[in-house]
Every structure is written in C-alpha cells, then in structure tokens.
C-alpha cells in the first residue's frame, strides 16, 4: 500500500459517532469544534442582553430619582417661599400671659361637657342636659394646659364674637427657621341676618395684615319639618391663590350639613371603619341635639334640648297665664293637658 494514501477509519462502538474524523496521516483523528462556539456565542449573546436591560433599568430608575427629586425641590421653594411670604421674625409681642387655672376646675369642665354630650347621645325620652358654659378663663386655662399652646394661643370672647391670638413657631417648616406665624382667627355672629362669618388674618414683615380666607355662611333651622341645622354658603375667598367661591354653587343654596345628616353611617362598619361609624352618628346626634350656641361677653353656653319640648313648654306656659285668671282654673288646666 503506497504510504501517502489515505486510510479511513471507521469508528466502532466504543467511540462516539457525533466526533467526525478527518487528517491525512493514518491513526489521526481531529474532533470538530464548531457546536462548543456555537454555544459559546449563544451565552455571549445573552449575558449582553442581560447587561443592555440592567442598564436600561438603571437609567429609568436614575430619571425617576432625578424627577423625584427636582420636584421635592421645587415644593420646597415653594413651600418656602409661602412661609417666608406669610410669617415674621420673632413671636407676637403683645400676646397675653399664659391663664393657669387649677387642675380641678378644667376636670369639672371637662366632666360637664362629657356629660352633656353622653345625654345628647343618649335622646329617647331622657331629659335634656344641664347647659355648659365656657368662659374665656377656663378656655384659655385649656390652652396653657397645653406644652404646645402655652404663651402662644389666647382667645377673646365678646357677644356675638370669637377671636383667637396665634403666635406659632414654624421652625420645622421650610424655611421657617426662627420665624413665626402670627395670626388671627376670627368668628362673629349677625343675629339679625343668621349669618355666620369666619376669618384668618396674618401679619406681615411690614407690619401690614393679609387675610389667608373669609368665608360667610347663612345659619338657621330648616322649615320643612325635618329640624335640621341648615347651613348655607354665602360668600369664600382665598386671596393666596386669588379664588372665589363659583356663583352657580352659591346659587343653588345647598345646605352644606346634608352630607353629614344623609351619610350611611353603617356602612362604615366594618373591620378597619367601626371607629368611623361611632362617629359618624355621635356627630350626626350631636346636631340633632344641639339646640344652641350663645355668644357672650367672656362666655360661650351651649344648650341642647328638644325643640318640641320647648314648644309645649312655651305652650304650656301661655296656657297657665291665661286659665290662672279663672276661678276654676286648676280644673281647666287638667282638662287642658289632657287634651294636650
């Protein structure tokens, strides 16, 4: 056989067929390599896929904390510029001392106005409460109670009028870092027209007053039976943002006590709303049972009662008036209240 010719070798069962066997000299046998590239280039290709997406993604997270933070910023300043815009340098100057009043007198004051909510709450056929009075002392007194209130709230109360004094630090706001807000909180009352006015009013670094807003409201009864507080917009401003209440709300004078009066107090109970429930109706009850707020000179009283109890009780007393006149008056009386 001549020694430069091929010799081809087939492969037994002892190796394995997928190798295939080439060379030009006898015996040699060279396996090929093109599966393990092949395999190589595949894993190659996807670890770059993996790297392009993880880059993706932290380019798009870097956008989200960039915007994130722009925006935290721009709040900031605003937020800033507000408290700068709306406070001043050093407390009010002329705020009242704090009012101590004993311990034992705010319990009492306390205790009274429990009381009075609990008969409220209660209703049936249980007779009204006792009136709570509030003076300006004992209100005030509940102010210095407070660690945050104490020297920095006073209240005023004169007939027909509320006005609480506010000299409040506003260091943890933006800004606000050895300033004050001092403000004014107002509420009067129009007897003569039922209306309700409240206001906020701050001073400025020059001394001047903005007003933050002013809203009037018109309070009364409802007439249709239903005995129902009714409480009316009258007029809303926001000077800060330059608004205004729309005129087409204002006309249709709805009474703004509705949502409270018509709220579905049990479907609020559930696992996480059962305290939303129990307040829904103490409010609710509270409106019913309150019959009213007297604004007086160094006093607030509040009265809760049954309207219709005190009809028959002025009826009752015009009747007495006029039958006390008679003879036999104690026989008409009887006969009277019978029927009545």
């Not at 060279?30 to 996807?46: F, G, I, L, M, N």
């Not at 606000?176 to 400025?204: F, H, M």
């Amino acid at each position: 056989m001549d020694s430069c010719s091929y010799t081809k070798i087939r492969p037994n069962d002892d190796v394995d067929s997928s190798v295939v066997y080439t060379g030009k000299a006898v015996g040699l046998v060279y396996p090929s390599t093109a599966p393990a590239a092949a395999k190589k280039k595949k894993v190659k290709r996807s670890r770059s896929c993996c790297k392009t997406c993880l880059w993706v993604t932290l380019v798009l997270f870097g956008l989200v904390v960039g915007l994130t933070i722009c925006a935290g910023v721009k709040v900031y300043m605003l937020m800033a510029g507000v408290v700068q815009q709306y406070t001043v340098v050093g407390p009010m100057a002329d705020m009242p001392d704090a009012v101590l009043v004993p311990e034992e007198d705010l319990t009492v004051l306390k205790d009274q106005a429990v009381l009075f909510l609990d008969t409220i709450q209660a209703g049936g056929s249980a007779p009204p409460p006792n009136d709570v009075t509030v003076t300006e002392t004992n209100l005030n007194g509940l102010a210095s109670a407070s660690d945050f209130l104490r020297g920095k709230a006073y209240a005023w109360l004169q007939r027909n009028e509320v006005t609480v004094d506010l000299s409040l630090p506003t260091d943890g706001l933006p800004g606000g870092k050895g300033r004050y807000l001092v403000a004014k909180n107002g509420l009067t009352w129009d007897p003569e027209s039922s209306e309700l006015r409240t206001y906020t009013t701050v001073r400025l670094e020059d001394d001047g007053e903005a007003v933050i807003y002013d809203a009037t409201f018109h309070l009364g009864r409802t007439t249709n039976g239903d005995d129902r507080w009714n409480l009316n917009l009258v007029n809303l401003q926001y000077p800060p943002m330059d608004w205004t209440a729309p005129r087409d709300f204002i006309d249709e004078d709805s009474n703004l006590l509705d949502l409270l009066y018509d709220a579905d107090c049990s479907s609020l109970d559930d696992n996480d709303g059962g305290d939303y429930m129990e307040a829904c109706e103490h409010s609710r009850n509270a409106l019913h049972g309150l019959t009213n707020i007297f604004l007086n000179e160094e006093e607030i009283v509040f009265q809760a009662g049954s309207n219709d109890n005190q009809a028959q009780h002025r009826v009752l007393v015009e009747a007495v008036k006029v039958l006390s006149n008679k003879p036999d008056w104690k026989i008409q009386l009887a006969r009277y209240l019978v029927g009545f």
